[in-house]
């Protein structure tokens, strides 16, 4: 079974500067896609960002990027510029590529809270 | 476009009385999940629906959840009957077919059980 593990609860940054969070992932496939998603307050969750484990450069999304480490299982996500509204929890999520029957539901870490500080 | 809308935003019931909740996916989305978020967790998938067929329920608890897809469109998911530890927001997803597609969030519903 695939775990993503998200060691830091907690994050804070003043704004404008930049900060990174971490995510680990254990799997035996080779086929799969990484994402980060933001949950504010609304509980809304949105996508932030999203990488394929066959493309060897990072993904980028204006003022968020990652740092996709596939033999390391490490997949962080550093924002730059910092804003008020960046404010939320972060969940890294891991989707298998070609699980059998079209199962792909998201496996989903515990979270980083993000709290930026004005 | 509308997004996936889900209702009741809040619940509140006694242990061992019965819930509902409703989803309804964005249009043209033939795939939809259910997600069991415990607070200070990540969302869990219980169930996932392609068409009105199952795909995925293996984490769903069986003895007490169950959920349906009639006509592939709106979805229910009913707890009965609720433990203390059902307390979470379920969130319901929807997609188009295949993997490479992004899923679409509802707000959730928020239960409390007493």
């Known amino acids: 079974a695939q775990t993503v593990t998200q060691s830091q609860p907690e994050m804070s940054v003043q704004e404008a500067e930049t900060v990174t969070l971490s995510c680990t992932y254990d799997?035996?496939?080779?086929?799969?896609?990484l994402f980060w998603y933001k949950q504010p307050p609304s509980r809304q969750m949105i996508l932030v960002i999203r990488q394929e484990a066959y493309k060897q450069q990072n993904a980028t999304e204006n003022r968020f990027s990652v740092n996709f480490q596939k033999a390391a299982k490490s997949f962080s996500l550093k924002i730059s510029d910092s804003q008020l509204g960046d404010a939320a929890m972060y969940f890294c999520a891991y989707r298998w590529l070609y699980s059998g029957g079209g199962a792909d539901g998201l496996t989903f870490g515990k979270g980083t809270h993000l709290i930026i500080q004005p | 476009e509308a997004g996936v809308a889900q209702s009741p935003r809040y619940k509140i019931i006694e242990k061992r009385q019965s819930v509902a909740f409703w989803c309804n996916p964005i249009s043209g989305h033939a795939t939809l999940y259910w997600y069991q978020q415990i607070l200070g967790q990540g969302p869990k998938l219980l169930i996932q629906?392609?068409?009105?067929?199952?795909?995925?329920d293996s984490q769903l608890p069986k003895d007490r959840f169950s959920a349906e897809r009639l006509k592939g469109v709106d979805s229910t998911l009913k707890i009965q009957p609720a433990k203390l530890e059902d307390s979470a927001v379920y969130l319901c997803a929807s997609s188009l077919h295949g993997a490479y597609n992004e899923q679409f969030f509802g707000p959730g519903t928020r239960l409390t059980v007493l």
């Open positions: 629906f392609q068409n009105n067929g199952v795909v995925d």
């Open positions: 799997t035996s496939e080779s086929d799969y896609y």
